[in-house]
């Protein structure tokens, strides 16, 4: 099996109280692909400028991620800047320049239309609705952020009606569906149309719920957190990437899923950007799962 994401690359500015990352290979759809090509084949869908460093375009192919779908534009690559608190669930972001990335309207090559799974990365409801059109994938994944329940909630209903999955966190959850109760809250978003709901809640772990079945994780502890950039959109490569391997959606594969996610997710972590994720095998995955599994076995 294989998976398609589709999403931004981007250049990012990160601060955080342990340093700085000046205009570091960043983007939700990068992130996703690093992880999830420890699982299955990749297919990454996205947009960048002219000024977008080869080296990041080697790295990505280094790790067996497809490009076909990377379309480059003249002018410059997107750009964010943020700085951590020392709270490092607080973050205010600085700087964001769309750039090429405001006229990206995704392409599906023809693989990555024929993959049996998809992820909408976190982009403007109405571009998901495009990919939507052109994919063939029988199980959906989707990403959204508050930006969009706000000022593009009726393409994000549409979206919604057409996905199989949505992982979304505590607070988005909230001013989706107004419910303060996370249980109740994925109830309602499973009446909007996914039947998987997987809300992060960043230190605090994550809540699987499909139909009447839940499952509830940790995070996976970490002595020092240097940067979560990414690692929710890390969560998400190693979630898709797990249930693609196994080419099943059943509630005990999702369960492994949510742990796989949560693993990979706690290596973002521990460098700058996606530098970490980058270095890690499947070998490495297994061990954290292994730990992980010990971590939670009483």
């Not at 020092?224 to 990414?230: A, I, N, Q």
Request: glycine share 8%.
């Amino acid at each position: 099996m294989d998976v398609t994401v589709v999403g931004s690359v981007a250049l990012d500015t990160v601060e955080t109280p342990l340093g700085k990352n000046e205009e570091g290979l960043g983007g939700a759809a990068t992130f996703f692909s690093l992880a999830a090509s420890n699982y299955v084949p990749v297919h990454l869908v996205a947009v960048v400028g002219e000024d977008f460093p080869a080296e990041h375009v080697e790295l990505l192919k280094s790790k067996g991620v497809n490009l076909d779908g990377l379309e480059t534009l003249p002018g410059n690559t997107f750009r964010w800047a943020g700085r951590y608190h020392d709270d490092m669930n607080m973050r205010d972001t600085l700087d964001t320049q769309l750039n090429v990335f405001e006229q990206f309207h995704p392409k599906l090559p023809e693989a990555a239309q024929k993959s049996r799974y998809l992820f909408l990365a976190n982009i403007h409801p109405a571009l998901q609705l495009e990919v939507l059109e052109q994919s063939k994938a029988s199980f959906k994944g989707l990403d959204t952020m508050n930006l969009w329940i706000d000022s593009a909630l009726d393409d994000l209903k549409k979206v919604l009606s057409n996905v199989d999955a949505l992982i979304i966190n505590d607070s988005e959850v909230m001013e989706l569906t107004g419910e303060r109760n996370l249980l109740k809250g994925a109830r309602a978003i499973e009446a909007m149309g996914p039947k998987t709901v997987v809300i992060k809640k960043g230190e605090h772990g994550c809540l699987l719920v499909q139909g009447k079945n839940v499952f509830v994780t940790p995070a996976f502890v970490l002595p020092e957190v240097v940067d979560p950039t990414g690692a929710g959109d890390s969560f998400a490569g190693g979630f898709m990437g797990h249930i693609a391997q196994q080419d099943a959606t059943d509630f005990n594969t999702l369960k492994q899923a949510v742990v796989h996610g949560t693993a990979v997710a706690s290596f973002t972590c521990e460098k700058f950007g996606p530098d970490r994720v980058a270095e890690i095998d499947p070998n490495d995955i297994a061990n954290r799962f292994r730990a992980f599994r010990d971590l939670v076995a009483f």
